[in-house]
Nanobody, 124 residues
Framework: QVQLAESGGGLVQSGGSLRLSCVAS????????MGWFRQAPGKERKFVAA??????????YYGDSVKGRFTMSRDSAKNTVYLQMNSLKVEDTAVYYC???????????????WGRGTQVTVAS
């Protein structure tokens, strides 16, 4: 089992920045990807960003709506991933979930472990 704990959400003005963190604990050695997904009220959960890795390589992927504004990074020594969110827009308002997968994927249905989420609210 893997446990995930997100932090860093909050209220920010449009155009501002936030950095989310997600710490993984438990059987983290089985993971090959971690991702961020978000869900706005009344909408389905959507892909935001993910990092997949193998022994000597890592790749980052982004949803179209956040490319150029969000950056995901990983500190493997701390089992932590970050999501730096810049130039935030009102439409970025959502609950942001951290997830982990044993597969190298960005498909949310293939992520086995999920955090409880952290609220991000962007005010106009």
């Amino acid at each position: 089992q893997v446990q995930l704990a997100e932090s860093g959400g909050g209220l920010v003005q449009s155009g501002g920045s936030l950095r989310l963190s997600c710490v993984a604990s438990g059987r983290t050695s089985s993971n090959n990807a971690m991702g961020w997904f978000r869900q706005a009220p009344g909408k389905e959960r959507k892909f935001v960003a993910a990092i997949t890795w193998s022994f000597n390589n890592a790749n980052a992927y982004y949803g179209d709506s956040v490319k150029g504004r969000f950056t995901m990074s990983r500190d493997s020594a701390k089992n932590t991933v970050y999501l730096q969110m810049n130039s935030l827009k009102v439409e970025d308002t959502a609950v942001y979930y951290c997830a982990a997968s044993t597969k190298r994927t960005v498909e949310p249905s293939l992520y086995e472990y999920w955090g409880r989420g952290t609220q991000v609210t962007v005010a106009s």
